[in-house]
């Protein structure tokens, strides 16, 4: 398997655009995950799916973010519109058996830059 | 909801010289806890990980303590080597919650 497989690796974008980050899950992984890195919050938890069916978006900032999971192997999330403070590294992950049981397995990232 | 605080933010030791890092987590039904290293521009990925009903785990030169009742895990790298500067994150998962909520990371260099 060639591993979670997001798109797109960079983007470069400015303020108000719509920006659409894409996953592709490994095959026969249950669960996906979108987390955003930043300097200076970490790794954050923005929502996570089982079986395609959103379970928590509790992390998701504010009503400017969806993520959508049409089927098992693929997922968007969608910035709408985005902001300056929306720049970060967004991975996506998924896991076979969710994330109190076993490995995440989290693709090479989407660096997003809004200016 | 959990949290999860790391520390140190950064550490630098001498190359042959051991490393340790700690965190400690609120929600006292977790119980899986893992330890992903990030090099730089690439992906988190799990190095080690500890479930709640054993006390200790080791790997090689890693090894990861776990004390539930003070709610804290600590990574241990002994003999470090260049190749082990990287960000180092520790995480927990709640309970019934199939996620994991990640510390702050810890930048490691490892000086020649």
């Known amino acids: 398997d060639a591993g979670v497989i997001q798109s797109p690796r960079h983007e470069v974008t400015e303020m108000g655009q719509e920006v659409t980050l894409r996953c592709k899950p490994i095959?026969?992984?249950?669960?996906l995950f979108w987390y955003r890195q930043t300097m200076m919050r970490g790794l954050e938890l923005l929502i996570y799916f089982n079986n395609n069916v959103p379970i928590d978006d509790s992390g998701m900032p504010e009503d400017r973010f969806s993520a959508k999971m049409p089927n098992a192997s693929f997922s968007t999330l969608k910035i709408q519109p985005s902001e300056p403070r929306d720049s970060a590294v967004y991975f996506c992950?998924?896991?076979?058996?969710?994330?109190?049981?076993?490995?995440?397995?989290f693709g090479e990232g989407s660096r997003l830059t809004v200016l | 909801g959990e949290n999860v605080e790391q520390h140190p933010s950064t550490l630098s030791v001498q190359e042959g010289d051991s490393a340790v890092i700690k965190c400690t987590y609120s929600d006292s039904a977790s119980n899986y806890f893992p330890w992903y290293k990030q090099e730089l521009g690439k992906r988190p990925q799990l190095i080690i990980d500890i479930r709640s009903n054993v006390g200790e785990k080791k790997d090689q030169r890693i090894a990861v303590t776990l004390n539930k009742t003070a709610k804290h895990f600590s990574l241990h790298i002994t003999e470090t080597q260049p190749e082990d500067s990287a960000v180092y994150f520790c995480a927990a998962s709640p309970q019934g919650a199939q996620k994991l909520v990640f510390g702050q990371g810890t930048r490691l260099t490892i000086n020649p």
């Open positions: 095959s026969g992984h249950d669960y």
């Open positions: 992950a998924s896991s076979q058996a969710g994330g109190y049981a076993g490995e995440l397995f």
